[in-house]
């Protein structure tokens, strides 16, 4: 099955998901009056991101979509819906915007933490200009001048009032509603520094009058410390805007693959129309060097595909008539003749951007104390910076040591890098994932794959090709070995399993197949049909067993025979008598072994399990180095299941990759599900985990990425609450002074970003 047929999403009754952008969030505190508002409505919950500004509202039947923008716009933000637009031609991709959550991903500089970089920068501009002079004056006496504080002051004026609109805003929205967040603290503490400079050169208008007061009264005003700590916090949001930006790069690249034309062909007659009108059914041409404009079937013409962009796999893909093709991968040699069968937010694109953007949108359990901090932190806070003015008022009885002690704590204590540390890290790694061919479906896998210590290993399709070929048919009775393969390959033609189409295609390189009755299938047992008259069985040796037919000692030495050549073989029997034996044989995929080191490498168990017999097992077993220990071998479905059970009673944390309809209920059970991207729908559906390739070396890289971005995730909240822990007592001491506490709170915020920024060099 083709990576374009892995995400097909089954709608599900129950409740509904509605997804909005809200403007006007600035901090974690926001984020968690959001979804508390939210949350009071009966039966509603919402997981809301800051850095995308958006949330993703799980709403019942009877709570209207107008309900939620209501609730959300009367808790001070500006709410609206994704509605999905036309589809559109933008100049080289096309999707939906319904379709990718972050279907935007410039939305992840828009308005982000207080505006978009685009708006931040005249602020920052201004400030900036403005700044330099006052903070020179006001610092260096050579540069003063008579009057020169009133000249500093309307300097001031424009960059604690306009320049800090952002902040004020914010804040003043929250106090409308009794609330309060970390731009409360801001707004207060550039206020207050202001608001006290002025009246004290109100009171003492000659404070200044003749330059340098020899008696440091102007050491009263603190118009430089409100002027540098704006700009040092616009610096900081700007510089914040432009690399989250960056953060959404990943996304924004997979849903930009697609193609912007399509050749169809209509009466014979090939037609370019914008890939946005493709409908399904629709036959499109697609030349050597042109993308695939949307998932199909191949019709006509045979050609090898580049899959690169969707799966990460490095090697092109041979394909045939019949086969299934996905959009936005790139046809390198044959022109190809292909039926539309997906169009939009169908796609395998549509879905990837659906998945990916849906996991930055989720609330990983990291997350989880940084709001519960966030939403009583601002209040204590404020406690701590009255209570500080108070107490150095009281025992020092200097009002400016109280006041410059208690501006900088409310300047230090902003943790504007708390509410980041996650949903940056978090946006950075899901879309270096992404851009690898790894789709993580949500924050929760990233701590499973932390505590996983064991992953079993399906070998059919995952650490094998997966693609069996028939190397002997041996006749066990009176019919010719012709004849055998005629009848198994008949009763085989009507089942899924890869052993079946194996057997299936290569009788029909030998003759025509003949017509089948009355089939029937036991999931890892093997198959039934009336053939001609004849009862026909292929399958396993307890399949036979379990339908009366008797094996011989002959027989069993036959068998054993074919299984110490490393082949698989399957019984077939005619009217209750063994028949004969068809041997086929897979080959290992080329980069299994160094995927299986790199397993041991990160400290998991790779234990091989599989349908197959022990003595194939062993041999796949000895060849990408797993132990003879580690193999489970005959094992059925319901056998897998029974596996991992055993392994995590055991007291293992069990990860399972696998990509078949039988390894569905082992990947579900799993503490780590991990779905290779050749396999069905089932798979993909149970599993955490979904690498778009068929390469076992993706999943090690799944695993690795996933801990990178967890630990990622875990240094940023580290320094964001080591930071604020270090940073108000320091400043309630009088030992920091508010303009570096300003530069020092900004830096937090940047550096949190940028160490997220790292995870897009994973694998490079």
């Known amino acids: 099955m083709s990576a374009s047929e892995i995400l097909t999403q089954t709608a599900t009754p129950g409740p509904r998901m509605v997804e909005i952008d809200i403007e006007g969030m600035t901090c974690a505190s926001c984020v968690s009056r959001v979804e508390r508002k939210l949350g009071k409505l009966e039966g509603v919950s919402a997981a809301v991101n800051l850095p995308l500004e958006t949330a993703q509202v799980t709403v019942p039947a009877g709570i209207s979509d ?112 009794l609330a309060s967040t970390m731009d409360t603290l801001v707004s207060i503490g550039v206020s207050a520094a202001f608001l006290f400079s002025a009246v004290e050169l109100g009171l003492d208008p000659t ?121 936005a991968t790139i046809n390198t040699s044959g022109r190809l003749l292909v039926r539309a069968t997906r169009v939009g937010s169908e796609t395998t694109l549509a879905q990837m951007g659906k998945l990916v953007s849906a996991a930055q949108a989720s609330k990983a359990p990291i997350a989880r104390l940084a709001d519960r901090i966030s939403a009583v932190f601002v209040p204590i806070v404020l406690a701590i910076a009255v209570l500080t003015f108070a107490l150095w008022l009281l025992f020092s009885g200097d009002i400016q040591a109280a006041f410059t002690a208690a501006v900088a704590v409310l300047i230090i204590a902003c943790p504007c890098a708390l509410g980041l540390a996650t949903p940056v890290g978090l946006l950075t790694g899901t879309g270096r994932a992404a851009q690898l061919g790894i789709l993580i479906k949500g924050p929760q896998v990233l701590e499973d794959t932390r505590t996983v210590d064991t992953i079993l290993l399906d070998k059919t399709g995952t650490v094998t090709e997966g693609k069996l070929s028939v190397v002997d048919v041996v006749a066990l009775a009176g019919l010719p070995a012709s004849e055998v393969l005629s009848f198994a390959g008949a009763v ?39 053939i001609e008259g004849r009862t026909v069985l292929a399958g396993r040796t307890g399949w036979l067993e379990d339908n009366g037919v008797e094996l011989t000692g002959p027989h069993r030495a036959a068998q054993t025979a074919q299984q110490n050549l490393g082949t698989t073989a399957i019984w077939v029997a005619v009217d209750g008598e063994v028949a004969g034996l068809i041997a086929l044989k897979d080959t290992i995929k080329a980069g299994s072994a160094a995927a299986i080191a790199t397993l041991k490498e990160l400290g998991l168990r790779p234990i091989l399990l599989t349908g197959d017999n022990a003595a194939v097992a062993a041999q796949v077993a000895a060849a990408v180095g797993i132990a003879p220990e580690d193999v489970y071998a005959d094992v059925l479905p319901e056998g897998k299941v029974s596996a991992v059970k055993a392994l995590q009673a055991a007291g293992a944390t069990v990860a399972m990759a696998g990509d078949g309809v039988n390894d569905a209920a082992a990947l579900a059970q799993a503490d780590l599900g991990i779905a290779m991207g050749s396999g069905t729908d089932v798979a993909i559906e149970a599993a955490d985990l979904t690498v778009m390739g068929n390469d076992l070396g993706q999943v090690a890289t799944a695993i690795a990425l996933s801990r990178k971005t967890l630990g990622t995730i875990k240094t940023n909240l580290f320094w964001a609450f080591f930071y604020n822990a270090i940073g108000i007592p320091v400043a309630a001491l009088g030992l920091l002074n508010p303009m570096i506490a300003g530069a020092a709170m900004a830096a937090s915020s940047v550096l949190v970003v940028a160490n997220s920024l790292r995870l897009r060099r994973f694998g490079r």
């Open 66 to 177: 107008q309900q939620i923008l209501d609730t959300v716009n009367a808790t001070g933000y500006t709410a609206r819906l994704k509605n999905p637009p036309p589809l559109k031609h933008d100049g080289g991709h096309h999707h939906e915007q319904e379709s990718h959550p972050s279907a935007t991903p410039e939305h992840t500089d828009h308005m982000a933490h207080g505006g978009t970089a685009a708006t931040l920068r005249p602020r920052l501009v201004l400030a900036a200009i403005l700044t330099v002079p006052v903070f020179l004056i006001s610092m260096f006496p050579a540069l003063q001048f008579p009057h020169w504080g009133w000249v500093v002051g309307i300097l001031t004026l424009p960059v604690v009032t306009w320049a800090a609109w952002p902040f004020h805003r914010a804040a003043a929205i929250n106090a409308r509603h």
């Open 207 to 327: 404070m200044t009058a003749h330059g340098m007061a020899m008696d440091g009264a102007h050491a009263r005003l603190y118009f430089e410390v409100s002027a540098v700590v704006v700009t040092f916090l616009l610096l900081g949001r700007y510089l914040e805007a432009r690399a989250k930006s960056k953060a959404g790069d990943a996304l924004k690249a997979l849903l930009s693959l697609g193609a912007k034309e399509a050749t169809v062909l209509r009466n014979g007659v090939e037609v370019k129309i914008p890939a946005t009108d493709l409908a399904v059914a629709e036959i499109f041409v697609v030349r050597p060097g042109e993308k695939i404009a949307t998932d199909g079937i191949i019709t006509d013409g045979s050609s090898a595909i580049d899959t690169a962009l969707i799966t990460g796999e490095s090697m092109p893909v041979d394909v045939a008539v019949g086969d299934a093709v996905t959009g």
């Open 492 to 530: 085989e033609s009507r089942s899924e399993h890869p052993i079946a189409h194996a057997i299936a295609e290569h009788a029909r390189n030998w003759g025509t197949l003949p017509d089948v009755e009355d089939f029937t299938s036991s999931p890892g047992g093997g198959v039934r049909a009336n």
